[in-house]
């Protein structure tokens, strides 16, 4: 909404905002579905993650970790920071590319629980000796387990494996399908829809079950969700309705405001964050980037919420789009975990009483935001106007508008009733030959944002770029002598009846060489993004 600019000694940047656990993503390989799959996800993670390595201010992914499970387990990326290891991401994509796609291979049924439970290990180990300067802000991590099994037989088989395992440190267990034939996702409704998704709970930790469609775009919105503020640890906004104007739905007291505690979520990434953007090119000196004023106060501390007064109802056609300006956000009822079931269901059941009761009336609602305590400074800040748009979904959509202070004079005469025939005839010629679309889908207009910030990564690095690259270089279905080492030693394989595990030399390799590769990570990391005081 209202974009300020940050300096290095300015305001605190709202790091907290956008700190997301680690996360583990596991590829779980099936012949022949894998040649079907391979190209669709490879490509929508490499747009992921362009994106999320190139996101100016602070890092919206913490560390990731990549798996594959063919025949056995084998963590092809241990743990590293996202942001500035584009070279590394996209080296272990061109390994996917290369994986064997037709044949077929015997699976252990221990294959993905191995994994779980390596990756658990690597995540233990990782956090004992990452350097006091750079300590893990989260103690627990996600794990994704992408496969093209059913989704179900796949559920099953973890809650077997894993039913004796300490699972405390895992916050999400994630198993997510890949249907076999992609639907149409390029339809509008696809902008609003969450994934179909169930639960299991059998293991103390719940197991996610989602099912996507086998297609770019529906994996590449899957992975942008991991750039959302997912924390439920408090709720961001207190929107606050004089109750004697809405005593009908809050049943309060005139005397108090009806407070409905929400979760502020973005709708978009700022242009202003990313290079090459019309925004972006201006803001390239700013290292921090660009923050909406609304989003960076509603996460700050929790003792102070950000509050949204309501101070008036406005008619849906009483407000001209050029007096609204920034980003907009997207208002929902808190799921923040800290409240206590009765009140978040109440919360919930006025939230969507007040969304259907503007719809019903055509109302939108203009709101007032409320300076936070301003310490000890005696300068009173100006304040933000905000209007509140209620939509078919449980939602509302909030947008920063203009003020007295901030409108130039402009001239807008009534249009003449009759132009001239001849120009109205030319004219209705030209817009009859253009294509007509009932709504305006985002999804189908594609910018060649993906390909312009990959190519500002093609730069070599220097030695660890050269190292990675040459990951790409082994044969589909062999493993590589020379493979880079894991991060930490992992678990022990399990022998199968009268077979024998095949098992890298990575593997064999002792714990102290093991973090090497780990230690120089972090020593380049801290001469790249130094740590301030």
């Known amino acids: 909404m209202y974009h300020r600019r940050t300096t290095g000694k300015g305001a605190s940047t709202p790091t907290q905002i956008y700190e997301q656990p680690p996360r583990i993503l596991i590829v779980h390989i099936a012949l022949p579905s894998w040649a079907d799959i391979c190209s669709n996800l490879c490509e929508a993670l490499q747009n992921f993650f362009s994106l999320a390595c190139s996101l100016m201010g602070p890092s919206r992914m913490s560390l990731f970790s990549l798996y594959l499970v063919q025949n056995q387990h084998e963590c092809i990326l241990p743990f590293v920071q996202v942001k500035g290891n584009f070279a590394k991401l996209q080296a272990c994509l061109s390994e996917l590319r290369m994986l064997q796609r037709e044949g077929c291979f015997r699976p252990q049924g221990t294959s993905l629980q191995l994994a779980v439970e390596d990756g658990l290990q690597q995540f233990q180990q990782y956090s004992r000796h990452v350097t006091t300067g750079t300590a893990l802000s989260c103690t627990s991590l996600e794990i994704t387990i992408l496969t093209s099994q059913p989704g179900k037989e796949v559920v099953k088989q973890l809650e077997k494996g894993l039913k004796d395992i300490d699972l405390v440190r895992v916050r999400r267990l ?20 969450e994934p179909s998704s169930d639960e299991s709970s059998i293991l103390g930790t719940d197991i996610d079950l989602q099912t996507i469609d086998n297609d770019i775009v529906s994996m590449e919105s899957f992975f942008k969700a991991w750039l959302h503020n997912s924390g439920t640890d408090q709720e961001h906004i207190h929107l606050l309705l004089p109750s004697q104007s809405f005593s009908n739905i809050s049943g309060g007291r005139r005397d108090n405001p009806m407070c409905l505690k929400c979760d502020l979520q973005e709708r978009l990434l700022s242009p202003s964050l990313l290079p090459g953007t019309a925004d972006g090119s201006l803001r390239m000196d700013d290292p921090k980037g660009d923050f909406s004023t609304i ?56 939230f969507h009483a007040l969304c259907h009761s503007l719809l019903k009336r055509e109302w939108l609602l203009l709101a007032k935001g409320e300076p936070q305590s301003r310490g000890h400074s005696l300068r009173e800040p100006p304040s933000i106007f905000y209007v509140i748009v209620p939509s078919s979904s449980p939602t509302l959509l909030v947008k920063a508008v203009a003020t007295r202070e901030l409108m130039l004079p402009s001239s807008f005469p009534l249009l003449p009733e009759d132009p001239p025939d001849d120009s109205l005839k030319l004219v ?99 001469e790249e993004y130094p740590s301030g005081p």
């Not at 994630?174 to 902008?191: F, N, P, W, Y």
Request: with cysteine; glycine share 6%; proline share 6%.
């Open 174 to 193: 994630q198993v997510v399908e890949i249907a076999k034939g992609a639907l149409d996702c390029m339809d509008t409704a696809s902008l609003g829809e």
């Open 295 to 350: 989003y960076q106060m509603a996460c700050q501390s929790p003792a102070s919420r950000f509050k949204l007064r309501v101070i008036k109802a406005l008619k849906s056609s009483g407000v001209c789009e050029s007096v609204t300006y920034g980003l907009p956000f997207i208002l929902r009822p808190t799921s923040c975990w800290q409240l206590d079931w009765d009140e978040l269901e109440t919360n919930q059941q006025h």
């Open 428 to 526: 209705e010629g030209v817009l009859d030959g253009l294509e007509l679309e009932p709504t305006y889908n985002p999804l189908q207009i594609c910018s060649r944002l993906y390909s312009y910030l990959s190519s500002t990564f093609a730069k070599p690095q220097g030695r660890l770029h050269a190292s990675w690259e040459g990951r790409a270089l082994r044969k589909a279905g062999q493993l590589q002598a020379n493979r880079v080492r894991a991060t930490v030693a992992p678990l022990p394989m399990t022998t199968a009846p009268g077979r024998a595990p095949k098992v890298p030399a990575a593997r064999k390799a002792s714990s102290e060489a093991l973090f090497q590769f780990s230690k120089e990570e972090e020593e380049d990391e801290e």
